[in-house]
């Protein structure tokens, strides 16, 4: 059995290592977006378009900013 490939691009990280992975697949909705911090998946969602994928992958960083300021 063989695998797909995926291409993946790192869309931001936080200084507490939070990071965001934008990943391109070949089935609909092509655009995952992944918000991990270590080993948990903190925010996830599949999309149909990379700019609605990246849009919200800015909105989710701006939530979480300031969450991690307050602890």
């Known amino acids: ?30 655009f995952e977006i992944c918000v991990v911090r270590g080993e948990d998946v903190i925010r996830q969602n599949r999309l149909y378009a990379r700019g609605s994928a990246q849009m919200l992958a800015e909105t989710w960083r701006a939530t979480l900013e300031p969450l991690r300021g307050q602890k």
Do not use: H, K
Request: hydrophobic share 40%; proline share 7%; glycine share 4%.
């Open 1 to 30: 059995m063989t695998f797909p490939s995926l291409e993946y691009q790192r869309l931001w990280t936080l200084a507490d290592g939070t990071l965001c992975l934008l990943v391109e697949r070949e089935d609909a909705p092509r």
